[in-house]
């Protein structure tokens, strides 16, 4: 069975730039997360789709970073402008159904790792 | 305080050590617990959900006490590639997504 798939692997840009990353989650998979994970921290939920609807997006910063997820299947993060702090890897995550207790196993990407310098 | 805590170590024990990792979680509704594990550069993946009953997987024990709202995750015969980083983690209720601790480390050496 195929898993998560992100890319890029590696973004490194300039303070004030943007950049987006995309996420293909395991097929069938209606609940979809992108997590920032800084050095030395455990991953920080960003934003929880269920199918192409928001489900949780009160950790969002709004004012600079933006997600989609068109179709209910792929899914984009843009940050827009980067800042220095903005430097993390990006997780995208995937589970069978969130509202079923039973499948909420979470499987993760490999990530991206994002260089903001 | 904060939703998972954990203590971030790092724990060195030699192969073969029994070690035990805590992590206390602040909101009392929290239906789903889970441990994953995390090796350097790498995404994290599921070691093992924790049951209230308690669970053992091999070499691995997980215990939920709900009434003091800790987990334990207990490793005993330490392997060399048990080194890694172990992170709590709590869903709160159907529907919502899975809350991290920033995760134990672990290093066994021989």
């Known amino acids: 069975e195929a898993g998560v798939a992100q890319s890029p692997r590696y973004k490194i840009i300039e303070k004030r730039q943007s950049v987006a990353f995309w996420c293909n989650p395991i097929?069938?998979?209606?609940?979809l997360y992108w997590y920032q994970q800084i050095l030395g921290q455990g991953p920080k939920l960003l934003i929880q789709f269920q199918n192409n609807g928001v489900v949780d997006d009160s950790q969002l910063p709004k004012d600079r970073f933006s997600a989609e997820r068109l179709k209910g299947v792929d899914s984009t993060l843009k940050i827009q402008p980067a800042k220095l702090e903005d430097s993390a890897v990006y997780l995208c995550?995937?589970?069978?159904?969130?509202?079923?207790?039973?499948?909420?196993?979470?499987?993760f990407g490999q990530g991206t790792r994002l260089t903001v310098v | 305080r904060k939703e998972v805590e954990q203590d971030p170590g790092p724990f060195n024990v030699p192969e073969g050590a029994t070690v035990a990792f805590n992590c206390t979680y602040s909101n009392s509704a929290s239906q789903s617990f889970f441990w994953y594990r995390q090796d350097c550069r790498k995404e994290p993946k599921l070691l093992m959900s924790?049951?209230?009953s308690g669970n053992e997987d091999g070499r691995f024990t997980a215990q939920l006490n709900r009434a003091s709202q800790y987990i334990s995750l207990l490793i005993r015969d330490s392997k060399l590639s048990d080194s890694a980083t172990y992170l709590c983690?709590?869903?709160?209720?159907?529907?919502?997504?899975?809350?991290f601790g920033k995760g134990t480390t672990l290093s066994v050496s021989s």
């Open positions: 983690v709590v869903s709160n209720q159907a529907g919502t997504a899975l809350i």
């Open positions: 995550a995937s589970s069978l159904d969130s509202n079923t207790v039973s499948d909420t196993e979470a499987f």
């Open positions: 097929s069938g998979h209606a609940t």
């Open positions: 924790v049951y209230s």
